[in-house]
């Protein structure tokens, strides 16, 4: 069945292949190329319409032409952009079209004649399109989030092509917020997310051409300002303000003065950056207080926002006017102030600590602080007002003017008049005068207004005579009293002071004053063989002057006179010590006291015998001032001084009254001691220790921590010891033992030994680099300073020990004889310059001659 089939369809083949085979040759014709029925090209292109003819004999062709679409014959005058152009070497016409034009477009008609008898015809129809353009797509398109914005992608072709958009390969179809239309892609309320590129895309599908642009759609953000708060500026400093907008892209910034209009670009003393949005204003001054704006313009839109901008003014006191009133009457003091904004205005006085409040004091219902403010003005008012004045109202006030520029302060002074007083003199003591010397009494009383002072006696004012003379009536006086030898002139004056408002009288005596009485008794305090003090009661003064000193005069018992006795003299109640007397030696003492009008008359004489010379005076231990008593103790004996170490203290002492014969030695000694039932016990004690009588302190050392000792501190003469002088230490702890929690530790002791052992680990390091490189170190001198030093030598001089015997017994080396060089050996020898300032000098050694530079020997056959 499948045989019969292909042979079938095998004989239709070869059926239909010998039909068109045998078919009859095609009749005259022309033959237009290029060989379409229509042709289809671009507008612009350049091309040819190209007619031949087909026949037997190309000889019998005539009238050969073109046709236009309007069926007019195209000519050679390149009319309507196109021109006729014949085949070169054949039969043939061309018609030619430079640039392809719209108008173009059409049937084009090829005639001839055959023969002149046959007309032969053939025609091409020429379809003309335009290419895809884009006339309207920007690359770059901006739109402005929350409005409807068309991305504009305009084509033009002909035949027109279809648009199709893309974001990111996404195909955009009409729906929801997109619509594509024929300007562009339009998208409703735009967002920030719509940001992106995207892709227009035009096709021709009849001609199959496609062309695609891409479009970068950035959206567009407008401006938002921050608002601005107030701002405040003290004149003459600077100022910044900042604006603050948000925008894509990021906005420009320009400053407006709000009152004048001003582009604060321009104006002196501003500095406006568009780009941050900064106003500097330097040196700020009164009259830049405004309103400023802000404009902050991006392609967007544009923001602004005001600002406050307040210049303060620091306050200036402009008046602050003293005041004097009378006592018991009101007053006021005024402080008058400006600033911006008006300070707040009130007063302190200096002698108080804190200023007063507005209204009534609450410690004090005299005062009251008001305060006005004149705003238009800028200016403020205080006023302090005080009734019923005291004297205590008098003194200096402060007006405060505050404001939060700054503080302006000043002083005022409320004078309080009062009347004349000796309230604070009314117990002054009486002038003193003595032989014919002059009474100076002096009058001061306390007076505002300053008072006049008029002086009586016996209620009769006095003026100047022989006897008085008045220097002053205001506001002090004095009266010169001359009494000579008359007893009435030692009496009570009168002082009256006057002024407007009032008077006041004092009672001011003059007396007459003499020298001391004789002393009452002095007796013997403490006595040793060279020094007595004595404990002296002086005479009654019976309000006579005060005494000024206390004089002794003493001399041995077997002189008869005092007139070769010797003085000494006290300040009067300083302790009555005399000292450098003689032992076994009887004195005779007497006393005198004196006073500025001379010295009082000798006591009786005391006669005392000095002891004989004996061992010193018991010592003072003194407390260093970084120790303190252990709170435990309760006397003298049982102090416990603290010392700040833990091995050490540093004792000091008053150097004993020797006792008549000096001093040689202090004697210490120390012991361990501690408190069983109440009970100090001593433990064991060190040797005596001895310290020179230069010095007055010694320092214990080697002490244990935590301890208690005893310290004992002996003086001593030829004649003997003192009593001993105790006192007991405490040394302060030591380190707390350090007791491992789970692994032992490395003591400080181990750790100071590890440090040790490193240091001398480096250094003999670097001491065996210096003597390998350098033969320097201290190795290199033990070296050549040793036996192996004499090995070296042997390698570089030979040995000395093959040499025969020395006679010195030593077995020293042969001598090394020195010799200049090149000078004789009797010559001494000369230094002379070598370079780098080292001097060149030759040895003779066992027959050979070496030269060597100082510090060095080379041998003559040495390698080195």
């Given at each position: 069945?499948?045989?019969?089939?292909?042979?079938?369809?095998?004989?239709?083949?070869?059926?239909?292949?010998?039909?068109?085979?045998?078919?009859?040759?095609?009749?005259?014709?022309?033959?237009?190329?290029?060989?379409?029925?229509?042709?289809?090209?671009?507008?612009?292109?350049?091309?040819?319409?190209?007619?031949?003819?087909?026949?037997?004999?190309?000889?019998?062709?005539?009238?050969?032409?073109?046709?236009?679409?309007?069926?007019?014959?195209?000519?050679?005058?390149?009319?309507?952009?196109?021109?006729?152009?014949?085949?070169?070497?054949?039969?043939?016409?061309?018609?030619?079209?430079?640039?392809?034009?719209?108008?173009?477009?059409?049937?084009?008609?090829?005639?001839?004649?055959?023969?002149?008898?046959?007309?032969?015809?053939?025609?091409?129809?020429?379809?003309?399109?335009?290419?895809?353009?884009?006339?309207?797509?920007?690359q770059n398109q901006y739109p402005i989030i929350n409005t409807d914005y068309t991305i504009k992608c305009e084509v033009k072709g002909n035949p027109y092509p279809t648009v199709d958009w893309y974001k990111d390969d996404v195909n955009i179809v009409t729906q929801d917020r997109y619509i594509v239309e024929q300007q562009g892609l339009t998208i409703k309320n735009v967002r920030e997310?719509?940001?992106?590129?995207?892709?227009?895309?035009?096709?021709?599908?009849?001609?199959?051409?496609?062309?695609?642009?891409?479009?970068?759609?950035?959206?567009?953000?407008?401006?938002?300002?921050?608002?601005?708060?107030?701002?405040?500026?003290?004149?003459?400093?600077?100022?910044?303000?900042?604006?603050?907008?948000?925008?894509?892209?990021?906005?420009?910034?320009?400053?407006?003065?709000?009152?004048?209009?001003?582009?604060?670009?321009?104006?002196?003393?501003?500095?406006?950056?568009?780009?941050?949005?900064?106003?500097?204003?330097?040196?700020?001054?009164?009259?830049?207080?405004?309103?400023?704006?802000?404009?902050?313009?991006?392609?967007?839109?544009?923001?602004?926002?005001?600002?406050?901008?307040?210049?303060?003014?620091?306050?200036?006191?402009?008046?602050?006017?003293?005041?004097?009133?009378?006592?018991?009457?009101?007053?006021?003091?005024?402080?008058?102030?400006?600033?911006?904004?008006?300070?707040?205005?009130?007063?302190?006085?200096?002698?108080?600590?804190?200023?007063?409040?507005?209204?009534?004091?609450?410690?004090?219902?005299?005062?009251?602080?008001?305060?006005?403010?004149?705003?238009?003005?800028?200016?403020?008012?205080?006023?302090?007002?005080?009734?019923?004045?005291?004297?205590?109202?008098?003194?200096?006030?402060?007006?405060?003017?505050?404001?939060?520029?700054?503080?302006?302060?000043?002083?005022?002074?409320?004078?309080?008049?009062?009347?004349p007083t000796f309230e604070r003199t009314k117990n002054r003591p009486p002038t003193w005068t003595w032989g014919r010397r002059p009474g100076n009494i002096s009058c001061i009383p306390e007076a505002i207004p300053n008072a006049t002072i008029v002086w009586k006696h016996g209620g009769i004012e006095l003026k100047d005579s022989p006897n008085f003379k008045i220097e002053g009536t205001?506001?002090?006086?004095?009266?010169?009293?001359?009494?000579?030898?008359?007893?009435?002139?030692?009496?009570?004056?009168?002082?009256?002071?006057?002024?407007?408002?009032?008077?006041?009288?004092?009672?001011?005596?003059?007396?007459?004053?003499?020298?001391?009485?004789?002393?009452?008794?002095?007796?013997?305090?403490?006595?040793?063989?060279?020094?007595?003090?004595?404990?002296?009661?002086?005479?009654?003064?019976?309000?006579?002057?005060?005494?000024?000193?206390?004089?002794?005069?003493?001399?041995?018992?077997?002189?008869?006179?005092?007139?070769?006795?010797?003085?000494?003299?006290?300040?009067?109640?300083?302790?009555?010590?005399?000292?450098?007397?003689?032992?076994?030696?009887?004195?005779?003492?007497?006393?005198?006291?004196?006073?500025?009008?001379?010295?009082?008359?000798?006591?009786?004489?005391?006669?005392?015998?000095?002891?004989?010379?004996?061992?010193?005076?018991?010592?003072?231990?003194?407390?260093?001032?970084?120790?303190?008593?252990?709170?435990?103790?309760?006397?003298?004996?049982?102090?416990?001084?603290?010392?700040?170490?833990?091995?050490?203290?540093?004792?000091?002492?008053?150097?004993?009254?020797?006792?008549?014969?000096?001093?040689?030695?202090?004697?210490?000694?120390?012991?361990?001691?501690?408190?069983?039932?109440?009970?100090?016990?001593?433990?064991?004690?060190?040797?005596?220790?001895?310290?020179?009588?230069?010095?007055?302190?010694?320092?214990?050392?080697?002490?244990?921590?935590?301890?208690?000792?005893?310290?004992?501190l002996r003086a001593e003469n030829a004649i003997g010891k003192s009593s001993p002088a105790q006192i007991r230490i405490k040394t302060a702890r030591g380190m707390d033992t350090v007791i491992p929690a789970e692994s032992p530790a490395i003591s400080s002791g181990a750790i100071i030994g590890i440090v040790l052992a490193a240091i001398l680990l480096v250094l003999l390091v670097v001491?065996?680099?210096?003597?390998?490189?350098?033969?320097?170190?201290?190795?290199?001198?033990?070296?050549?300073?040793?036996?192996?030093?004499?090995?070296?030598?042997?390698?570089?001089?030979?040995?000395?020990?093959?040499?025969?015997?020395?006679?010195?017994?030593?077995?020293?080396?042969?001598?090394?004889?020195?010799?200049?060089?090149?000078?004789?050996?009797?010559?001494?020898?000369?230094?002379?310059?070598?370079?780098?300032?080292?001097?060149?000098?030759?040895?003779?050694?066992?027959?050979?001659?070496?030269?060597?530079?100082?510090?060095?020997?080379?041998?003559?056959?040495?390698?080195?």
């Open positions: 069945m499948g045989t019969a089939i292909f042979g079938l369809l095998l004989g239709v083949v070869l059926a239909f292949i010998n039909t068109a085979s045998c078919q009859p040759e095609p009749p005259e014709h022309l033959d237009i190329m290029p060989r379409f029925v229509v042709v289809s090209k671009a507008i612009g292109e350049k091309m040819a319409l190209t007619c031949k003819p087909v026949v037997r004999d190309t000889k019998l062709i005539t009238q050969i032409e073109w046709l236009d679409p309007k069926n007019r014959r195209i000519d050679s005058n390149n009319r309507n952009h196109m021109y006729l152009q014949n085949l070169p070497g054949d039969i043939g016409l061309m018609v030619v079209f430079p640039s392809l034009r719209t108008e173009h477009a059409g049937t084009y008609t090829c005639v001839a004649k055959y023969a002149n008898s046959v007309e032969l015809k053939n025609n091409v129809t020429l379809e003309i399109y335009e290419d895809i353009t884009f006339v309207n797509a920007p997310s719509d940001d992106g590129v995207y892709r227009c895309t035009a096709v021709v599908i009849s001609t199959g051409q496609i062309k695609s642009t891409e479009i970068k759609v950035e959206v567009l953000i407008p401006p938002k300002i921050e608002p601005i708060p107030t701002v405040s500026v003290t004149e003459g400093d600077s100022a910044s303000v900042k604006c603050i907008a948000s925008g894509k892209p990021p906005p420009k910034y320009t400053w407006i003065n709000v009152g004048t209009s001003e582009d604060l670009r321009k104006a002196d003393r501003f500095n406006v950056k568009e780009i941050n949005g900064e106003l500097h204003i330097s040196r700020v001054e009164f009259n830049d207080q405004s309103l400023y704006k802000c404009v902050a313009t991006n392609e967007a839109g544009q923001a602004e926002t005001t600002v406050d901008f307040k210049v303060l003014v620091k306050p200036r006191i402009f008046e602050l006017i003293n005041v004097t009133a009378p006592i018991h009457t009101e007053t006021k003091i005024i402080c008058k102030a400006q600033g911006r904004p008006p300070p707040k205005v009130h007063f302190q006085k200096l002698s108080n600590k804190a200023p007063f409040d507005f209204g009534k004091q609450p410690l004090d219902s005299r005062i009251t602080l008001d305060h006005q403010i004149i705003t238009d003005k800028g200016e403020s008012i205080g006023t302090l007002v005080i009734s019923n004045l005291n004297r205590s109202d008098d003194g200096l006030y402060r007006c405060i003017a505050e404001n939060p520029a700054g503080t302006a302060l000043k002083n005022g002074h409320i004078t309080v008049e009062f009347p205001s506001p002090v006086s004095n009266l010169i009293v001359y009494p000579g030898n008359e007893k009435g002139f030692y009496s009570a004056y009168e002082c009256v002071a006057t002024n407007k408002l009032g008077q006041d009288v004092i009672s001011l005596q003059l007396q007459q004053a003499y020298k001391p009485q004789m002393i009452q008794q002095a007796k013997t305090q403490s006595i040793t063989a060279t020094t007595i003090k004595f404990r002296v009661e002086g005479p009654p003064l019976e309000d006579g002057l005060p005494l000024k000193t206390l004089t002794v005069q003493y001399k041995p018992e077997r002189e008869m006179t005092w007139d070769y006795a010797r003085n000494h003299t006290w300040s009067y109640g300083a302790p009555y010590i005399l000292e450098d007397l003689l032992p076994e030696v009887t004195y005779n003492f007497r006393f005198a006291a004196r006073n500025d009008v001379g010295i009082g008359a000798w006591s009786n004489q005391e006669t005392i015998s000095m002891p004989r010379r004996s061992e010193p005076a018991e010592p003072k231990i003194l407390l260093p001032s970084h120790s303190y008593i252990d709170e435990n103790s309760s006397s003298r004996q049982d102090l416990v001084a603290v010392s700040p170490y833990a091995d050490r203290y540093d004792m000091r002492w008053n150097v004993p009254n020797s006792n008549g014969d000096p001093i040689i030695r202090y004697i210490i000694r120390y012991c361990q001691t501690e408190k069983v039932n109440g009970e100090w016990r001593d433990g064991e004690c060190s040797e005596e220790i001895e310290q020179s009588v230069q010095y007055t302190q010694y320092e214990l050392t080697n002490l244990f921590a935590d301890t208690v000792y005893k310290v004992e001491d065996i680099a210096c003597f390998c490189v350098n033969r320097t170190g201290i190795l290199a001198t033990l070296c050549y300073r040793g036996s192996s030093k004499h090995d070296e030598e042997d390698q570089k001089l030979g040995s000395y020990k093959a040499a025969p015997a020395h006679p010195n017994s030593l077995n020293l080396p042969m001598p090394v004889k020195l010799i200049p060089t090149p000078t004789d050996e009797t010559e001494p020898l000369k230094t002379r310059d070598q370079p780098n300032g080292e001097t060149q000098m030759s040895v003779e050694y066992e027959g050979g001659k070496v030269y060597t530079k100082p510090g060095t020997i080379t041998g003559k056959h040495s390698a080195v």
